[in-house]
């Protein structure tokens, strides 16, 4: 087939989509920043990390009983609360989940009229070849996999830290090898992988950007979270990553490189920051501060909307 640009693998992958994307995985001989058509479109969102403590599954034990939620009924808090899309943590489903689970939550939120804008898992992409980078590997396939079934058009993924004894250069070869051979699964199942800017071997725009651009798939993109880079102007580092993102996290706090303490995002900032870079995509609220998301949540999530919506 003829190749195909990554503006309309984007569009292709459109929030109003169902279906499982059936693509070949054409490689282009250059990653470049997406370029969309159209005016910036922003769709608020709501991550389900931001209720970490209160999941029955993977929560706190800490937390009040009549607190605690499963992820039904966090779709519902999302439908209550304004959102177009909810964030499906992986991290809070069931143990053992299966793929009748997933179903169940498809049906779900498309009668809540909730959009599943993603899901994520936790994994280490920076392992040697062997045993332990196979094992990390095969839960993303999974979660692919899931993602699929719920018709999530985006998975979150990380690159990982060097380990003892690695290189940095070692490390990164390693991220980029098990990033292509997900990145290559995804593509066949219509999912987008968002490689995050959380640490690791990715603490600077150039460090992340360079593994998109080897990587080399039109399914693998940024997942741009607000809070993570740590460094001297974080606002000027988001925007060089934001041409590249195909999600987007926003949190209610930043810091600075030696701050000691956070300070408060400046949510019309990064609002501009996206518009400027024409994004057209989930814009997903990541609650992490100290206040009780059942307070604070609502509040930032009726600021973001408004913001959404210029």
């Known amino acids: 087939m003829k190749n195909i640009s990554r503006r309309n693998f984007l569009i292709s992958a459109t ?3 169902v279906g499982i994307l059936n693509i070949s995985t054409n490689r282009l001989p250059a990653v470049e920043p997406i370029k969309r058509s159209g005016k910036a479109r922003l769709l608020p969102s709501l991550a389900a990390y931001s209720f970490r403590d209160y999941f029955i599954y993977g929560g706190s034990k800490k937390a009040p009983q009549e607190k605690r939620i499963d992820m039904f009924q966090f779709i519902d808090y999302c439908a209550e609360n304004g959102c177009i899309g909810a964030e499906l943590t992986s991290y809070y489903f069931p143990p053992n989940v299966n793929p009748d689970y997933m179903l169940k939550i498809k049906q779900y939120a498309f009668l809540k009229g909730i959009v599943i804008s993603g899901t994520s898992v936790g994994n280490t992409f920076t392992h040697p070849d062997g045993e332990a980078r196979e094992k990390e590997i095969a839960n993303v396939k999974k979660w692919i996999d899931f993602a699929a ?3 999530a058009p985006h ?3 990380f690159a990982g830290s060097q380990g003892k004894n690695q290189s940095y250069e070692e490390a990164k070869k390693n991220c ?3 990033l ?17 800017n959380h640490g690791g071997i990715v603490p600077d725009p150039q460090k992340i950007i360079d593994i998109i651009n080897a990587v080399n798939s039109q399914w693998v993109g940024i997942n741009l979270d607000s809070g993570n880079f740590v460094t001297d102007d974080p606002y000027n580092d988001i925007e060089k990553c934001a041409p590249y ?3 987007v996290q926003i949190k209610v706090e930043i810091r600075r490189k030696g701050q000691k303490s956070s300070e408060p995002s ?4 990064l609002i501009e920051i996206l518009q400027r870079s024409n ?5 997903a609220l990541e609650y992490e501060a100290a206040e009780d998301p059942y307070t604070a949540v609502p509040r930032y999530l009726k600021e973001l909307a408004k913001l959404c919506s210029v």
């Open 15 to 17: 929030v109003v989509s």
């Open 155 to 157: 998975i979150r993924v």
């Open 149 to 151: 079934i719920m018709g």
């Open 245 to 247: 993102a195909v999600n």
């Open 180 to 196: 292509e051979e997900c990145a290559e699964y995804a593509g066949k199942k219509g999912v987008f992988l968002g490689l995050e």
């Open 176 to 178: 980029i090898q098990a």
């Open 279 to 283: 994004y057209q995509g989930f814009v």
């Open 266 to 269: 400046d949510f019309k900032r």
